[in-house]
């Protein structure tokens, strides 16, 4: 028989609304299973569990007195330390910020209050969201619950980490240009990032404000709906969320043949891509088939463009974001007395860690007045005539399919050291954040060495329904929510 | 065009503090990365399927523009709960360097 700490949170949420067990035998469960098993993984920067106790307590209060408790009720969330808590440290694993606690909630976090949901703690990540591993932390690296060795992917590695080795059941990240994917392909869970503007970013910490979107990471597609529905929406403490209000729903597969999904494959992606990572997505591709779905072979031509487009776009933005960073407003203790602006500014500034050090200095280069036709204003062009491929491309196709990451996971440290072959790993998951659409990475199966292959999808804008029905059929016919590590 | 970037100057302008030691390796690897941004010189209109950017035609209506509906601020409900717990304090002002 299966622990409580096994169990997706839609089973556990229905046996604590029933009384079957109470949210506070649950969260002491979690937070037991959490101590015993991240000292291998390292997926907390910090924990809430007094709180969490507390809150659980009173859920229990609630539905003994038969008051509603929502979606969510009793069931622990890990929170990305990029996405503000009230009263919680939120580091976003940056020495930088080592010492900020934040004064109020993020949107999402809001919401996912109201709906019962309660905040277990904060979760590693690479320095501000920089980062394809979630080795560049101040708090030391995450490891990837199938193999210690391995990275965990980032930059949300520590959500998809903590969920994958069934620490909780459903977290947050956000994904800039993959940080929600590739943790999620790396650990053999589901991530999705929804549609810019149809999640609120109030209160995440800015590191690139066109590209990033906040998103769920569950273990099973019927986990991922309840938080995805929770956060989305208007809000308007952030202008860019639409005003509509999208409701999505896990269909029953009969349903779902009937709408019959014309899939398009992006075939030279998955032929440059490792080859069990090809094979796997190839599988993928005969299993939706086999369901009925049209498959067709399609490309995106100006794929070849995406890598130096987003890369100088997300840099720029940084560097934007970044220079708020003085030690004044936010900051660590060290007294400012005696110091001229400058050297003051600077040496607070070298808390920062290299990456982060080097995208500003290349996002401050773009920008600047001689360089600025060169790249910045090419790459918005370009970013613009790639959303508009896409659009060609919805009007033939529901989904494009292609594969999360083009490797299997590797070994910690492999490629800290070579920006370009790092920066390289996200080539086919920023083209949905340059585009603004949504797309999601479902587990597609283990390697021959037991290494997680993640599959992507992409859907046009606002048609996270689709991407959840095709999410529904895999899931259906590989079962891959039993795929557990060993921890 | 990538070749000998000023990485000092840079340094200064973006007001960051690299031990010289560090230099030559953050050297090369800006160097390495505008390389591979350089890639987007390469980037001709006939590479895409799509019309250049001059002909793109915008897809929203305007005629169908969305209300101006007032909404209480937000500063004015929330803007008390607001407790900044604020390093580097004296005398109730925050403190700064010389400017």
Redesign the interface.
């Known amino acids: 028989m299966k622990s409580l700490y096994e169990l997706p949170a839609f089973v556990v949420s229905r046996k604590i609304k029933e009384q079957e067990i109470t949210a506070e035998e649950y969260i002491s469960i979690i937070i037991e299973r959490i101590k015993k098993v991240d000292d291998k993984i390292n997926s907390f920067i910090s924990h809430n569990f007094e709180s969490a106790l507390i809150r659980s307590r009173a859920i229990d209060k609630k539905i003994k007195e038969g008051i509603n408790t929502g979606l969510l009720a009793g069931i622990p969330v890990g929170i990305k330390d990029n996405i503000s808590v009230k009263g919680l440290k939120n580091t976003c694993a940056s020495r930088m910020l080592a010492?900020y606690?934040s004064?109020?909630n993020a949107t999402v976090v809001s919401k996912i209050e109201e709906q019962g949901g309660i905040i277990i703690g904060k979760l590693n990540m690479d320095e501000f969201g920089m980062g394809t591993t979630s080795e560049y932390s101040s708090h030391g690296p995450v490891r990837n619950p199938w193999n210690l060795d391995y990275v965990a992917g980032g930059s949300s590695g520590g959500s998809a980490a903590a969920v994958a080795s069934s620490q909780i059941p459903l977290s947050l990240g956000s994904d800039t240009g993959g940080s929600i994917r590739c943790p999620s392909s790396f650990c053999s869970v589901i991530g999705i990032k929804p549609t810019y503007g149809s999640v609120s970013r109030n209160g995440l910490i800015s590191y690139s404000n066109s590209l990033e979107q906040i998103g769920p990471i569950a273990r099973t597609i019927y986990d991922l709906v309840p938080l995805l529905n929770t956060i989305s929406g208007d809000d308007?403490?952030d202008n860019t969320t639409v005003?509509k209000k999208y409701e999505y729903q896990t269909n029953n597969v009969d349903n779902i043949l009937k709408k019959k999904y014309r899939i398009g494959v992006l075939n030279e992606l998955i032929d440059d891509s490792e080859t069990e990572v090809g094979k796997n997505t190839r599988k993928k591709v005969k299993q939706l088939e086999n369901y009925g779905c049209e498959v067709e072979d399609t490309r995106i031509?100006?794929s070849?463009?995406a890598?130096?487009?987003y890369?100088?776009i997300a840099t720029a933005e940084a560097?934007s974001n970044l220079?708020r960073y003085d030690?004044?407003?936010y900051?660590?203790?060290?007294?400012?007395?005696?110091?001229?602006?400058?050297?003051?500014?600077?040496?607070s500034?070298?808390k920062?860690g290299?990456e982060v050090?080097?995208r500003?200095?290349?996002g401050?280069?773009?920008l600047?007045a001689g360089y600025y036709g060169?790249?910045y204003a090419?790459?918005q062009?370009?970013r613009?005539?790639i959303k508009?491929?896409f659009d060609?491309l919805f009007n033939k196709y529901d989904i494009l399919l292609l594969p999360t990451m083009p490797v299997l996971p590797f070994k910690l440290g492999e490629k800290t050291l070579q920006?370009?072959e790092h920066?390289n790993l996200d080539v086919y998951t920023i083209l949905a954040n340059l585009a603004g659409i949504p797309a999601i990475s479902i587990p597609g199966g283990l390697s021959e060495k037991g290494f997680p292959i993640g599959v992507q999808l992409i859907a046009n804008a606002f048609n996270e329904q689709k991407l959840i029905d095709a999410g529904v059929l895999l899931e259906n016919v590989d079962g891959f929510e039993t795929w557990i590590p060993k921890i | 065009?990538a070749k000998g970037?000023d990485?000092i100057k840079?340094?200064n302008?973006?007001?960051?503090?690299?031990p010289e030691q560090?230099i030559p390796e953050?050297s090369r690897?800006?160097e390495?990365?505008?390389l591979?941004?350089?890639?987007?010189?390469?980037?001709t209109?006939e590479?895409?399927?799509?019309?250049?950017?001059e002909d793109?035609k915008f897809e929203m209506a305007f005629e169908n523009l969305?209300d101006d509906e007032p909404?209480p601020t937000?500063e004015s409900s929330?803007g008390p709960?607001?407790?900044?717990?604020?390093?580097?304090i004296?005398d109730g002002f925050?403190?700064?360097?010389?400017?």
């Open positions: 010492e606690v004064p109020y308007p403490k005003h031509p100006l070849n463009y890598l130096a487009s890369y100088v560097s220079s030690n004044l407003r900051g660590y203790e060290g007294s400012p007395e005696g110091y001229e602006w400058n050297s003051y500014f600077s040496e500034r070298s920062f290299d050090k080097l500003i200095l290349l401050s280069y773009v600047s060169k790249y090419k790459a062009k370009i613009s005539m508009r491929e060609i920006p370009i920066y | 065009m970037i990485i840079l340094c302008m973006t007001k960051l503090e690299i560090n953050i690897k800006v390495e990365v505008l591979m941004f350089d890639k987007l010189d390469e980037f209109t590479d895409s399927t799509v019309p250049s950017i793109l969305r909404r937000v929330e709960q607001l407790k900044f717990k604020l390093k580097n004296k925050i403190l700064g360097p010389r400017i």
